[in-house]
């Protein structure tokens, strides 16, 4: 459910925010390990790595691994996400560390194109670079393990660079070991103390509203979907030029079931317990959402708007880059877009050419049918995987590499550079210097291109400490929406215990080619439901998608749901 | 293009070494077919297999007919055949006539500088991609702000706030229209060169003879086309089981997916997006030997019936 746009979303706010850990999660570093870390270099890492792993076995004494050879070596990797054009080693500062380093130098390639045809494609053809990042939910992962394709890291690690063992996260070890190993590094694995920690986690795609429509229309309070009701027909009696209504693109397959990431605002609106209510103990089964009443419920009120004439029928066939461009021109009176977005890239833009009162405000959680919505906050667990494939020309350089970016000097170098260049210590913490703060701020594609800061070797893992850092520097640098994720930071639930992560049944399976033919029916269907011009109609047009959905085989599906509903809490250590 | 010309009464083999010298020059594209088109095509086994990349195409375990009898069972499948073939017949009888049209038209303007821009104008959109042509379509089809849309609506051909780009009955027309718009003159291009190797003494004989421009047209212009229009016919006949992957993947939305699902989304789907190599596999050797038949088919009736073929 927590699709890749929105873990990407949450990348880069992180990375804007500067939420980027140089402290790792077993050697719970305290302030002053930072500081001794980033001042004795290598030494602190080393000698904790050491520590750890009483054995020492075959890396030579007194230094990492990586440290033993660093003749130039360049390897090939893969970075699945198109978008990541930033990410790509052109001599920017971060990259020229680390070469200087350790040697070596990441040629990373990007997909043209769609990322799956690509991924697929390599993989049929058995054409696989030395490394590939690609997340480690995505089906072709089982792939690449069962047919032997990558290295397991457990080997690689025990062979080459025995010291990465001792700094990698218990819990991660275990949560992301497949038949009783690790086959890919997870970047982003974040602690427990994530949720209570840190900036504010924004789990939904937040609604907003136009500020000088807001104030025409009086002010009045926003606090439940009737009043939303309300408050949008005066926006429309009062602007009849404005779109009442703005929500992102509609589309199943990538968005997952809720069809637009902008209904997460109403559907834990009317359906709080969503996720607790699709698993079904009695019967074994986790059920399709659209089975759920208050799931419905989201979708007929979106036909309420339809009827009323507040919602743009084209919003279900537009495509992301239309409905970008109305929101640019803040052509709607209310709309949907993710937080990080609204505040760095839509305001900015709207107040330097429309003005800034036709910036857009945040709106609180509304209550529906008196319920207060819950939003299922999820550390992440991981983002992508780092895999060393069995084409890999010199796997034990590659290993030692990754010990130095996941080592405490490696995750300094990677996102805040070298002391003095490009960050100094503050309180014990590190910080960017202004010139390169205020690049970030103003125009992040040229601090990217000159710093490359947080793009070299990807291989975040952020952790406690540093949250009070980032805290500190998100406050600072955007108020504004450090306010917004305050506001709706009070709705958030853990979501971890549920296991519900990564329940849809693999694609290649039987039951995937279901849940796809599931996911097709259910993608027509919304345009008919939110179309609907009667409640009878409505209700006809749900009656047969359900059917229709159990003709296909949705209970097989559903079974299989369960199974790896248990699969997960078995991994988190639950049951 | 039909190869009879080869004096007959002659073996085979005196007929190779007497032309030894042009069969080797031909050697480097055969050499190339063989290796690029040929060779490759021991990869369609695949749709015989549960194929995994890690035991390639050799090592695979075969499943027979497994495949194929999925993909017949499949209602999704089915409707894919069913609306190729309703878009492509609806391409045919207007797309095929469409560029001969407009090469005669062509052909009888005595400006001739009019002609030229005539053509380069009407040939240009071929160049255009259709991820252009299809964002071209949603602006000027926004039932709000398109100038197309205001126009059937002012003609009152359409009720108001009619969402062309999403609806199902409209997704027909507006593939053909569009097609059209975007090959016409391109398509026109081998037409009018034909058109240019005619004779013109015939014409001459024409106007003695006193035939009016609709005379010359029917009884002299057109039947020198005819070999052109019957390989065309065959080739586009052939064609008829393959549409436009481009089009169809852009223009379908979730209000017009029952509509564009063809053959060729749907062997993508299944096959790149899902990784389920073998089934997308099984849907491509459908096409080819469907496509393969009606060819075929087209070939032998055109030379029962015209006399013309060709092979």
Same mark, same amino acid.
């Given at each position: ?89 052109? +001599? ?158 509609? *589309? ?28 079904? +103990? ?78 857009? +405000? ?110 500190? *520097? ?64 409505? +209700? ?36 | 293009?039909?190869? &009879? ?14 032309? &030894? ?66 878009? %492509? ?23 001739? &500088? ?152 749907? %062997? ?34 055109? &030379?029962?019936?015209?006399?013309? %073929?060709?092979?």
């Amino acid at each position: 459910m927590i699709g890749t746009r929105w873990k990407q979303a949450a990348c880069m706010t992180v990375a804007l925010a500067v939420l980027a850990g140089c402290s790792s999660n077993t050697n719970t570093n305290t302030n002053a390990n930072t500081q001794e870390a980033a001042t004795t270099g290598n030494n602190a890492a080393g000698k904790e790595a050491n520590n750890a792993t009483a054995e020492g076995t075959t890396t030579e004494a007194g230094g990492p691994s990586w440290k033993q050879d660093t003749s130039p070596f360049t390897f090939t990797q893969y970075f699945y996400g198109n978008w990541a054009s930033n990410y790509l080693w052109k +001599d920017q500062f971060a990259m020229k560390l680390v070469t200087e380093k350790t040697g070596v130098t990441i040629d990373r390639k990007l997909a043209t194109g769609s990322d799956d045809d690509y991924l697929n494609t390599m993989i049929a053809s058995g054409d696989l670079p030395d490394t590939i990042m690609l997340d480690w939910n995505n089906p072709a992962v089982s792939k690449l393990i069962k047919n032997g394709m990558v290295y397991s890291i457990d080997e690689l690690i025990e062979n080459y660079a025995p010291d990465l063992k001792g700094m990698l996260d218990e819990e991660m070890v275990k949560y992301h070991s497949v038949d009783g190993k690790l086959w890919y590094l997870p970047n982003y694995f974040e602690t427990k103390e994530r949720l209570t920690s840190g900036v504010p986690i924004t789990p939904i795609r937040p609604w907003f509203i136009r500020k000088d429509i807001y104030e025409a229309i009086g002010s009045p309070k926003i606090e439940t979907t009737d009043d939303l009701l309300a408050a949008l027909k005066q926006a429309k009696a009062k602007f009849p030029d404005v779109s009442p209504v703005g929500v992102e693109f509609f *589309d199943v397959a990538k968005n997952g079931f809720e069809g637009s990431l902008s209904m997460d605002y109403l559907i834990y609106s009317f359906a709080p317990q969503l996720l607790e209510e699709r698993i079904k +103990d009695d019967q074994k089964i986790v059920e399709y959402p659209m089975r759920n009443k208050g799931f419905i419920d989201a979708f007929r009120y979106m036909n309420t708007l339809s009827r009323e004439g507040l919602f743009d029928p084209q919003l279900l066939i537009y495509k992301q880059e239309q409905y970008e461009e109305k929101l640019y021109g803040a052509q709607y009176a209310v709309a949907s877009q993710f937080m990080d977005g609204m505040y760095t890239r839509y305001n900015p833009k709207i107040e330097s050419t429309l003005g800034a009162e036709k910036k857009y +405000d945040i709106l609180g959680g509304i209550k529906a049918n008196g319920q207060t919505p819950r939003y299922p906050a999820s550390r992440l667990m991981g983002w992508q995987g780092f895999f060393v494939t069995k084409k890999a020309k010199n796997p034990e350089r590659i290993i030692r590499f990754a010990e130095y970016a996941w080592s405490d000097e490696g995750q300094l170098d990677f996102l805040y550079g070298k002391e003095g260049e490009t960050y100094e210590l503050v309180d014990g913490l590190p910080q960017y210097k202004p010139e390169v703060r205020d690049l970030m701020l103003k125009d992040n594609n040229a601090w990217y291109a000159k710093y490359g800061l947080t793009a070299s070797t990807l291989l975040w893992r952020s952790g406690k400490t540093i949250d009070a850092a980032a805290t500190r *520097d998100f406050k600072k640098d955007q108020p504004e929406q450090f306010e917004a994720k305050k506001l709706l930071e009070k709705f958030n639930y853990d979501v971890y215990p549920l296991g519900m992560e990564n329940l849809e049944p693999e694609g290649s399976t039987s039951e995937g080619v279901i849940n796809v033919k599931v996911k097709d029916l259910w993608n027509k269907t919304i345009p008919k439901l939110v179309l609907a011009k009667s409640d009878e109609e409505f +209700d006809g047009v749900y009656a047969d998608f359900i059917a229709q959905m159990d003709k296909v085989g949705a209970a097989n599906v559903e079974k299989v749901m369960y199974e790896r509903h248990l699969e997960d809490l078995k991994k988190k250590g639950i049951q | 293009m039909r190869s &009879r010309q080869a004096a007959p009464g002659r073996s085979f083999a005196k007929r190779f070494w007497l032309q &030894r010298y042009l069969m080797l020059l031909t050697l480097p594209a055969v050499a190339w077919m063989i290796v690029f088109n040929y060779i490759p095509m021991y990869g369609i086994v695949i749709a015989f297999q549960e194929y995994t990349p890690f035991q390639g195409f050799l090592h695979s375990p075969w499943i027979g007919l497994a495949n194929f009898r999925e993909l017949f069972n499949d209602p999704t499948f089915t409707q894919s055949l069913s609306n190729t073939f309703k878009i %492509s017949i609806a391409k045919l009888v207007f797309g095929f006539p469409a560029p001969i049209l407009l090469a005669l038209l062509l052909n009888e303007l005595v400006y001739k &500088r009019f002609k030229r821009i005539v053509q380069s104008l009407t040939y240009l959109p071929h160049f255009v991609s259709w991820v252009l042509v299809v964002g071209f379509m949603y602006t000027l089809l926004d039932p709000d702000t398109g100038v197309i849309t205001r126009m059937l609506e002012t003609l009152g051909l359409i009720g108001p706030d009619t969402m062309l780009m999403g609806d199902e009955k409209a997704f027909l027309p507006l593939v053909v229209f569009t097609e059209v718009w975007k090959n016409i003159g391109w398509n026109s291009i081998i037409y009018l060169a034909a058109i240019a190797g005619i004779d013109p003494q015939l014409y001459e004989a024409g106007v003695m003879d006193g035939a009016n421009r609709f005379q010359r047209i029917w009884h002299i212009t057109l039947p020198a086309l005819k070999p052109t229009i019957v390989i065309l016919l065959i080739l586009s006949i052939g064609g008829l089981i393959n549409s436009n992957f481009d089009q169809m993947y852009l223009m379908q939305n979730s209000m017009t997916q029952d509509a564009a699902n063809v053959l060729s989304v749907y %062997s993508y789907e299944m096959g790149l997006v899902l990784g389920r190599f073998s089934y997308g596999t099984a849907v491509g050797v459908f096409q080819s030997v469907v496509a393969f038949i009606l060819m075929y088919a087209a070939n032998y009736g055109s &030379r029962k019936l015209t006399k013309e %073929s060709l092979f």
